[in-house]
């Protein structure tokens, strides 16, 4: 099958625009000085893409049915394109080969790309242009609030990089949250009024977000991923993801309108059969580019200043966005491409076989999975505090953890999977970026979330048949990397836990470890 041209009427472009998966907005900036008489834009579906990592069979359909949306939207400008379907080019799987030979056939003079979203794309489309010999521009990504210079600008002589910093500068130079000189409500930070489980009694009614049934296009893409992906991990029975623009501000909407308010308080908890909590659910919109950051913050800031809701919740949202995400997208281009090789703890163990099926008597690892598993989707705290952290207890290679995050969720693209994975939840940077490993025992667990109720684990006891995994690990974890931890301010406390220990209490804590590390598949 030929790929789709707009056209019959061809011509060879003079420039030819590759739109990204990720890149999904008409501000894109290769796209503001189109020229329809000279310019034509290529878009490409690749099998290769989604076995390059066993990819949830949802976050594959989120992609294609964005992609295919958009260039209908793409027709409608009446602009030239060639879009290359999943079915196409059936010899050549991978992106950048299918884009070479898309090339071939055009035979532009150049070959215009925003930033992509991770480094081996940026490098392939580089080597495809230089070996037909087409000049290659690179454009900055204007979606972004700050761009790669000014980041490295920022990060300039600094031993260590810390996103509260960062963060406190974007305020300033923004103007968010801002009363003159000083933060809204006098402080810059309300992360402690937002570390809340749920009560006892459970979360209660909690607002559904906004979710948007499939329409004939995506009804088309999940036909085609259950064909062309059978054994691929993952459901496509809970498809309601916002695919278009007009979707995702329907789903912006909705957030701020009825689900920011009690977002902050309770962001951190966790509760079984409660996939979504108060979270947005955003960043699949952000991702995509559907949804401009700056408007997204506007929305939560003006619903604070006219509504009046809680400044904690307000801030809370705002940070992630215009804070970590900004500082790690920042952070992922000053430091690729070795940080995908970062293992400070030189871990080196396979990921455990049920973090692909949720196939485990542990029942917060069993929730999250499976959650994941049912919906392409798990919030922060999930993701850092339960399937995180039991990596990075568990001394996987962090290369395998990277790469099973960046396979399971929706909203994944290297540039915000791989630091929150490899810096956040295994610390395999080292303190480049975080300050301490993010571990906890099981008792941190049970206080978040009702997981622990009923699992055939204990969290109160690290040793023993009844021993909880992430207890005993926490403990030897801690035992293993004393010397480090006790020299960090913000670990030492912990360490100075493992003082009252006996001879005989670390002998069996670290032989329940050593059971537990050898048989992590069986847990």
């Known amino acids: ?27 894109h900036p290769a796209l503001v000085d189109f020229n329809p008489a000279t310019d034509h834009v290529l878009m490409v579906e690749a099998p290769g893409e989604a076995r390059a990592v066993w990819n949830h ?25 060639t879009y290359v379907r999943l079915t196409d080019m059936p010899d050549e799987p991978s992106l950048a080969g299918r884009a070479q030979q898309a090339l071939q056939t055009l035979q532009p003079k150049v070959l215009r790309l925003c930033e992509p979203g991770d480094w081996r794309t940026l490098e392939s489309a580089r ?90 296009i995506t009804e088309q893409v999940l036909a085609l991923v259950a064909e062309q992906f059978p054994d691929h991990p993952g459901s496509l029975a809970h498809f309601v993801w916002p695919v278009t623009r007009a979707q995702a501000l329907e789903a912006l909407d909705r957030f701020i309108t009825v689900r920011l308010a009690p977002f902050g308080p309770y962001q951190d908890a966790m509760w079984t059969g409660t996939p979504w909590g108060w979270h947005s659910l955003l960043s699949v919109a952000l991702n995509l580019h559907l949804l401009d950051p700056r408007e997204v913050i506007a929305a939560a ?14 801030e809370g949202f705002i940070r992630q966005i215009l804070g970590w995400r900004e500082f790690i997208r920042g952070l992922y281009w000053l430091d690729m491409p070795h940080m995908a090789e970062a293992n400070h703890f030189d871990h080196h163990r396979a990921l455990p076989a049920w973090y692909w099926t ?32 039991f990596a990075l207890l568990a001394e996987v290679e962090p290369r395998l953890v990277s790469d099973w995050y960046l396979a399971m969720y929706v909203d994944a693209v290297e540039w915000v999977e791989l630091p929150n994975t490899a810096g956040m939840a295994l610390h395999a940077t080292g303190p480049r970026f975080t300050s301490k490993p993010y571990i906890a025992s099981g008792q941190y667990l049970k206080r978040m979330s009702n997981y622990c109720q009923g699992c055939a684990y204990d969290p109160a006891q690290r040793v023993g048949p009844k021993a909880c995994p992430v207890s005993t690990l926490y403990w030897h974890f801690l035992l293993r990397h004393a010397d480090e931890l006790a020299r960090n301010p913000r670990t030492a406390l912990m360490v100075k836990s493992t003082a009252r220990l006996s001879p005989e209490e670390r002998d069996r804590i670290t032989e329940t470890a050593t059971y537990v590390l050898d048989h992590l598949d069986d847990l």
């Open 358 to 389: 949720g196939q485990t008597r542990m029942a917060c690892q069993r929730e999250v999975v499976q959650q994941t598993l049912a919906h392409g989707y798990a919030h922060h705290i999930q993701r850092l505090m339960v399937t995180g952290q």
């Open 301 to 314: 800031e003006t619903a604070w200043r006219e509504r009046h809701l809680p400044l904690a919740s307000v």
């Open 57 to 81: 069979r949802a976050r594959i359909a989120v992609f294609l049915s964005a992609m295919r949306h958009f260039c209908n939207d793409l027709h409608r400008q009446g602009w030239a394109y």
């Open 127 to 216: 080597s495809v242009a230089h070996g037909l010999g087409v000049d290659f521009e690179v454009l900055a990504d204007p979606h972004f609030m700050c761009s790669r210079a000014e980041f490295a600008r920022w990060a300039l002589g600094k031993k260590t990089l810390r996103m509260e910093f960062f963060y406190r500068d974007m305020r300033r130079r923004h103007g968010v949250l801002m009363d003159g000189r000083d933060p809204a409500g006098g402080q810059w930070n309300y992360d402690s009024d937002n570390r809340q489980g749920f009560p006892s009694s459970g979360p209660g009614p909690i607002a559904t977000p906004e979710q948007f049934p499939p329409d004939r």
């Open 1 to 27: 099958m030929s790929p789709e041209r707009s056209s019959p009427a061809w011509t060879r472009p003079q420039r030819v625009v590759w739109v990204l998966g990720d890149q999904l907005w008409l501000g």
